[in-house]
């Protein structure tokens, strides 16, 4: 048996999006060992693809904001199913954590006056996003990925973790990867591990996420015996790109609504004033005339409806469509052409004009854009101490989208960018404070483990025979998007986890050809255990909650049930487990909420 | 493989390390592209070479540069102005004259615009291009051994370019005098607008949008300031300056076509071959 | 419609050749709906970077047609019909197997860079203003496509300038730096130096390629020579220096990162 590469750190961080960069710098300046492992090239996270951008309630705008009305649009937004303890201390810290930005070198847009410019967006009461353009994502990224360079922080770019190993005692002790571009295998020893590996996108057929939305996180954090809470909570953006069909998908940033896009139907309609929930009645605009007046003056009127929760946006969306109101597509028309000048729009969104004029040679300044939902991002996730991120496994941390908890059943926009600084850092001081505290150096790691996680990865080089992981990802896509798509009944969920079961078989049977060295086709079969995993509990999960609220929306019981409202989903598996073993499924309690925190969300909006 | 290694210092200033090198990727070719890439360094060839050409044999022949009163014109060749010299046809010079030098006296004076041309960042580009073959065209293989750019002698000397670029400005005074003095018909009527007053002044106020819309010249209006905002004089230029740059390399063509259009244009007046029409 | 015709380079540091794919043409399609149908069907282990597909990673950097581009952004509608569409990887460095390269170098260079330097935080945050900020948003809509280093035939065409040039994209983060109305260093000697800027003969490959169409000549690698100018080789300015008694920082000052 040849030597296996390996490294011991103090902490490892998975996953180089926002997350696990800000956990990374965290735990590299309290003076320790860290590695950043991520599956692509640094800098090339999903966290880029995030537009409008971040949240954080410093009222340069709108001196009246501050942190208590951004933990009550959170609340609201969410549908109250957050973790309050999150809320709160996201809202209360991402201030911080932007201004931090700046001086590590971010180029925010600026007022008048020279302080961080911030913009409207859907369910934030106040023009609370500081952002660049409509870059904001890459802008994060550049800056914590300069700020790790300068820390001098070991990054492995292009490695795949397929498995994390745990100890005796149930605490984890490391990771099992493989290097890309070899395809060789690598082994971490580690005191603390922070998950921070994004979302599951990828299982759906028309996402905004790219290939490595694939939960691998998720899905090693439950193996490991983690628990993962409300996957059924998946949000569906309201504008994704219809067409090209090969860039369907491709996100439409909310900014455009923000900025004073409207929605309308095949019949010209600005139909979203037909949609209004009757919690979000008294501070939305009922006549267009009235939302005109809002984009300039907040206190001229109330919110025009477009920039009412994504939830509730991208089911109106889908409603109308189904009525045949739709685009040419099968999408709606989203119009800021007509509303603002194109010296504007080209400078308040450069990407997006940038994206439609050369992938659907759409000039947004003079035409409206076709756009219906995609699958953008999971509410659910690894359940997490709000104080330190940590998981039901000792030594194992998570941040970011891979965590849950924070948005509850639906997120609002600019509110993923803040959760990754806030809980990013969270995470790393909490993984810092375990790797101090563990006693001894790292952990001795499992041999026989890592050569059983090993020789389960190479599997599929074994079989001369079997299934094609492409066709595999296929069939799953369209199974997830037909069966587990933005509007869900109890029979199709039933189906959904019959033909889980199907595809669990044949993942057992793949076989790809080639060599270890950048193979796309294996690389893609050693994501599938993980796709399958997360796709188990999104539908277990949708099934269970048996009410429409946020991401998840059930036709068969299309009011939100208080009852239920209280309740979280948690997925379990005993440690060690895998994509074939059984996932359990149980309602438990949220937390209950202090009354001080209370008493700020019935306060009625100013 | 990309592993970035910890390292005791924090910044390394020595030169990396090349673990670089490697097989690359593709084929041993010079090129991929199928498109006809050649096309420009070959238009960029040809026009500069008849430039130079005609030019040197301009400068050289030392006759012909100045219309003066006899033609009841005041028109005089961007190649000899100033003219500075003893051998200065009368009337063409406006200063004291230097008598040793013999030869045209456009040698006296061609180098600084020469100058400015030779170390102008789209002429650099554009002979770097086409004469030097380093690249010939975007991945298209620059064939030769070693390189080292702008980084060693002679080609250090390309960053003297302000530097004639102020000298360029007082050209650009001279020759708008030139401009000025084109509308006087000495003998017919006094001024007037003819077609050389039209070719003097149109290469008048090509030089200046050249020479404004030069890269030294936004960096010295404002370019080189780290804030604008603390600098509000300094922004208006460069912002004034800015669109004219985005247009360096068209004004360095269209002003290098009339400069040689008006050595050629007084040329064929001062030698009789026509006649200099007078609009009004 | 009719069919396409790839010719797409398959091999690794051993080796390669040219292998021939005939798809079925489809509608609104870019070069890496192509490769990915090809991965799909004939040749699953085709090694391909991508991962936004959207032109905002800047992963998918490759050649088409001998020209570097992003396969996500170029749609097969623009490539001359009836030829058969040649993709391959970046020339400029080493190959790792078919389409993907080993882009390392760029990474070690941005390790070169010393970091951003700011005054302490005023008690109500840094204040800059919008015009001072457009200047270095300009190199931070850079996607770190690479295709600039890829292009630039100093690295290009010349393996042994590798370590001592920086290359377009870390040019514009140096640019960047520079212009930073909050940064207090001085990095013109660091440019100069260690980070062969005069290796530059603004060709003006890097601009050409750029897929944010930042204008990295014009606005980034021109504008840091002509500040290497003020600090080396103007008289004038060094004049200047002698008698206001200012100094400017050496590469080694320059290079020392903030805390």
Redesign the interface.
């Known amino acids: 048996m040849t030597t296996l590469e390996h490294h011991d750190y103090d902490v490892i961080i998975i996953g180089a999006g926002g997350a696990g960069m800000r956990a990374a710098i965290e735990a590299k300046e309290r003076g320790l060992r860290v590695a950043l492992i991520c599956k692509?090239?640094?800098?090339?996270a999903?966290t880029?693809?995030a537009e409008g951008g971040v949240a954080a309630a410093m009222g340069n705008v709108y001196e009246e904001d501050n942190w208590k009305v951004h933990f009550r649009d959170t609340m609201r937004g969410g549908k109250m199913l957050n973790h309050w303890r999150m809320a709160q201390l996201h809202a209360q810290e991402s201030p911080d954590r932007v201004?931090e930005l700046?001086?590590?070198?971010a180029?925010?847009?600026?007022t008048k006056?020279?302080?961080?410019?911030q913009r409207d967006f859907g369910g934030h009461r106040y023009a609370r996003l500081a952002h660049?353009?409509d870059?904001t994502g890459?802008?994060l990224i550049?800056t914590l990925q300069?700020?790790a360079?300068?820390l001098?922080i070991d990054?492995f770019?292009e490695c795949k973790v397929v498995r994390l190993l745990t100890g005796d005692d149930g605490s984890v002790t490391g990771a099992v990867a493989y290097w890309r571009?070899t395809g060789e295998f690598v082994t971490f020893a580690a005191k603390a591990v922070v998950l921070a590996t994004g979302g599951v996108g990828k299982s759906w057929k028309f996402t905004s996420n790219?290939?490595?939305g694939t939960g691998d996180g998720h899905a090693v954090a439950l193996w490991a015996g983690a628990e993962l809470i409300d996957m059924e909570c998946v949000q569906f953006h309201p504008t994704g790109m219809v067409?090209?069909?090969?860039?369907r998908g491709?996100?439409v940033t909310e900014g455009v609504r923000g900025d004073g896009g409207v929605l309308k139907n095949s019949e010209g309609e600005r139909f979203m004033f037909n949609y209004i929930a009757d919690m979000f009645k008294a501070e939305t605009a009922d006549s267009e005339a009235e939302a005109d007046r809002w984009y300039d003056d907040h206190t001229a009127g109330r919110r025009p409806p477009e920039l009412l929760p994504r939830d509730e946006v991208a089911r109106s969306i889908n409603s109308e469509v189904k009525a045949g109101r739709g685009s040419p597509h099968g999408g709606v028309f989203l119009d800021i052409a007509s509303r603002r000048s194109a010296e504007v729009i080209r400078r308040r969104l450069p990407?997006m004009y940038?994206?439609f004029m050369?992938?659907?040679g759409v000039d947004i300044t003079q035409e409206a854009m076709e756009v219906g939902p995609t699958c953008h991002y999971i509410m659910g996730g690894v359940r997490v101490e709000p104080d330190n991120g940590a998981t039901s496994v000792p030594g194992l941390f998570a941040a970011g989208e891979v965590s849950g908890g924070m948005h509850g059943s639906n997120r609002l926009g600019g509110n993923s960018l803040s959760d990754l600084l806030v809980f990013g850092r969270r995470a790393g001081m909490g993984a810092a404070d375990f790797a101090e505290g563990r006693a001894g150096d790292v952990p001795k790691l499992e041999e026989s483990l890592i050569r059983h996680y090993i020789d389960e990865a190479l599997e599929p080089f074994t079989r001369d025979e079997g299934e094609?992981?492409?066709?595999l990802q296929?069939d799953l896509q369209e199974m997830m998007q037909t069966n587990v798509g933005i509007i869900r009944t109890g029979p199709e969920l039933d189906e959904a986890l019959e033909k889980l079961e199907v595809l669990k078989e044949r993942v057992n049977n793949i076989s790809?050809?080639?060599?270890r060295?950048?193979?796309?086709?294996?690389n893609l079969a050693t994501d599938l255990p993980a796709m399958l995993t997360v796709s188990t509990c999104v539908a277990l999960g949708a099934r269970e909650r048996k009410e429409s609220r946020g991401g998840q929306t059930r036709e068969d019981f299309p009011k939100a049930d208080p009852e239920l409202g209280k309740i979280n989903f948690v997925s379990r598996q005993p440690a060690g487990g895998g994509f074939n073993e059984e996932i359990k499924i149980s309602p438990e309690p949220l937390p209950e909420m202090p009354d001080e925190l209370k008493a700020l969300l019935e306060e009625a909006p100013k | 493989?990309?592993t970035?290694e910890n390292s005791a210092t924090?910044?390394?200033?020595s030169?990396?390390?090349?673990?670089?090198?490697?097989?690359?990727?593709?084929?041993d070719v010079s090129?991929?592209?199928?498109?006809r890439w050649w096309i420009s360094p070959v238009i960029t060839v040809s026009i500069l070479t008849s430039f130079v050409v005609y030019a040197t044999w301009a400068a050289f022949v030392g006759k012909n540069y100045y219309a003066g009163s006899s033609l009841h014109r005041d028109l005089i060749s961007p190649f000899y102005s100033p003219c500075l010299t003893a051998s200065c046809v009368p009337g063409s010079t406006h200063s004291p004259t230097i008598s040793w030098w013999t030869i045209s006296p456009a040698l006296l004076i061609l180098i600084f615009p020469l100058g400015f041309r030779l170390t102008c960042?789209y002429y650099?580009?554009a002979y770097?291009?086409s004469f030097w073959w380093?690249?010939p065209a975007?991945?298209v293989?620059?064939?030769?051994k070693?390189?080292?750019?702008?980084?060693?002698f002679p080609?250090?000397f390309q960053?003297?370019?302000?530097y004639f670029f102020y000298f360029g400005l007082i050209f650009n005074v001279i020759l708008t005098y030139d401009a000025i003095l084109a509308f006087s018909m000495p003998g017919e009527g006094g001024i007037g607008v003819s077609i050389g007053t039209l070719i003097l002044c149109s290469n008048a106020v090509l030089l200046w949008l050249y020479s404004l819309s030069c890269?030294?010249c936004?960096?010295?209006c404002g370019?080189?300031v780290?804030?604008?905002?603390?600098h509000p004089w300094r922004?208006k230029f460069w912002k004034f300056v800015t669109p004219l740059?985005?247009k360096h390399m068209q004004f360095a063509w269209i002003s290098l076509f009339v400069v040689a259009l008006s050595d050629a244009y007084i040329r064929l007046v001062a030698s009789g071959t026509i006649t200099d029409f007078k609009i009004f | 419609m009719s069919d396409v015709v790839m010719h797409v380079?398959r091999?690794?540091?051993?080796?390669?050749?040219?292998e021939e794919y005939t798809l079925p043409a489809?509608?609104?399609?870019?070069v890496l709906?192509v490769i990915h149908r090809i991965?799909?069907?004939e040749a699953?282990?085709?090694?391909?970077?991508?991962?936004?597909?959207?032109?905002?990673?800047?992963?998918c950097s490759a050649?088409i047609?001998?020209?570097?581009r992003l396969l996500c952004?170029t749609?097969m509608d623009q490539l001359p019909e009836g030829?058969p569409v040649?993709v391959?990887?970046?020339?400029?460095?080493?190959?790792?197997?078919?389409?993907?390269?080993?882009?390392?170098?760029n990474?070690?260079?941005?390790?070169?860079?010393?970091?951003?330097l700011?005054p302490p935080?005023p008690e109500d945050?840094?204040?800059?203003?919008?015009?001072?900020?457009e200047?270095?948003?300009e190199f931070?809509?850079?996607?770190?496509c690479f295709m600039c280093q890829n292009?630039c035939?100093?690295i290009?065409?010349?393996?042994?300038?590798?370590?001592?040039f920086a290359g377009p994209r870390l040019f514009i983060r140096y640019a960047e730096?520079?212009?930073?109305?909050l940064?207090t260093n001085d990095r013109r000697d660091?440019v100069r130096d260690?980070a062969?800027l005069?290796?530059?003969?603004?060709?003006?490959?890097c601009t050409?390629?750029c897929p944010e169409h930042i204008k990295i000549?014009?606005n980034a690698i021109?504008?840091l020579?002509?500040?290497?100018?003020?600090a080396?080789?103007?008289p004038v300015a060094w004049l200047g220096r002698k008698i206001l008694r200012r100094t400017k920082r050496t590469?080694?000052e320059a290079?020392?990162?903030?805390e």
């Not at chain 1, 700046?102 to 070198?105: A, M, Q």
């Not at chain 3, 945050?125 to 900020?133: K, L, T, W």
């Not at chain 3, 005069?198 to 490959?205: L, R, S």
Request: a positive charge; one cysteine or more.
């Open positions: 692509s090239l640094l800098g090339k999903h880029v693809m201004q700046e001086k590590w070198g180029l925010f847009d600026r006056d020279g302080k961080i410019l660049v353009g870059r890459l802008e550049r300069q700020k360079v300068s001098d990054v770019m571009p790219s290939w490595e067409w090209p069909l090969s860039v491709i996100l990407s940038h994206q050369e992938l659907a094609n992981p492409y066709d296929h790809v050809k080639g060599g060295a950048y193979n796309p086709g294996w | 493989m990309t970035v924090r910044v390394d200033n030169e990396t390390p090349v673990v670089l090198g490697g097989t690359r990727g593709g084929p090129t991929v592209r199928k498109d960042y650099r580009r770097y291009r380093a690249p975007c991945s293989v620059d064939s030769h070693s390189y080292s750019g702008e980084s060693r080609l250090i960053n003297v370019h302000r890269h030294s936004r960096h010295l370019g080189q780290r804030s604008f905002a603390k922004h740059n985005a | 380079w091999g690794d540091s051993n080796g390669g050749d040219f489809q509608e609104g399609e870019v709906d991965q799909a069907t699953p282990d085709l090694a391909c970077r991508w991962n936004c597909k959207a032109g905002k990673c800047g992963s050649e047609n001998g020209k570097p952004m749609r030829e040649t391959t990887p970046m020339r400029a460095f080493p190959i790792i197997r078919d389409l993907v390269s080993d882009v390392s170098y990474y070690e260079m941005a390790r070169k860079v010393p970091a951003f700011p935080r945050g840094y204040r800059m203003s919008q015009i001072d900020v200047r270095g948003q931070r809509k850079c996607i770190e292009v035939h100093v290009r065409d010349h393996e042994e300038n590798k370590g001592k730096l520079e212009m930073h109305p940064d660091l260690k062969g005069g290796m530059c003969n603004i060709t003006k490959c050409e390629v000549t014009d021109i504008p020579k002509e500040r290497v100018v003020d080396d080789f103007d590469p080694q290079s020392v990162q903030p």
